[in-house]
């Protein structure tokens, strides 16, 4: 069974809707590659996916050992590949304004976030930098 199901709007934008959901994602061609960027690029989305997944992994953790992770965020740079076209590295910059005071459990939440099943699933040509202030 699906769990997307996508369609062409013209101009080189697409729809995505989460079949189970019904939330929807719209994606542009960037300004430097024939789009008007008015949404997210393709390319966009598999890095915020990336964040994304070291996110929710790292919540799985700090669900199971009662930890809070609020306060944490994070911000994400995509640096791409001229030719051929395509990324070549992520930049992930996580932010804990509040961070637990436990340096084996911050520890067991960065490992978590190295082996997201996004990042496990990455070309391993993609360098993927992250960096913790925290």
């Known amino acids: 069974m699906p769990t997307i199901k996508s369609s062409y709007l013209g101009n080189l934008r697409t ?13 542009d061609a960037p300004v430097d590659n024939n789009g008007k960027g008015e949404a997210f690029s393709p390319t ?3 890095a915020s996916a990336l964040g994304s997944c070291m996110i929710t992994i ?19 740079t995509k640096i791409m590949q001229a030719t051929p076209r395509k990324i070549s590295e992520i930049v992930i910059d996580f932010h804990w304004e509040k961070p637990i005071n436990d340096a084996a459990t911050i ?28």
Not at 17 to 27: A, D, M, R, Y
Not at 58 to 76: C, H, K, P, Q, Y
Not at 120 to 129: E, F, N, V, Y
Request: aromatic share 4%.
């Open 107 to 134: 520890q067991k939440l960065k490992n978590a976030a190295k082996t997201c099943p996004v990042a496990l699933s990455l070309d391993p040509a993609i360098k993927q930098t992250l960096n913790f202030d925290f």
């Open 58 to 76: 790292m919540g799985i953790v700090a669900n199971r050992d009662s930890i809070s992770l609020e306060g944490l965020t994070w911000e994400v």
């Open 15 to 27: 729809e995505s809707v989460h079949l189970q959901s019904g939330v929807k994602i719209l994606s």
């Open 44 to 46: 966009d989305l598999v």
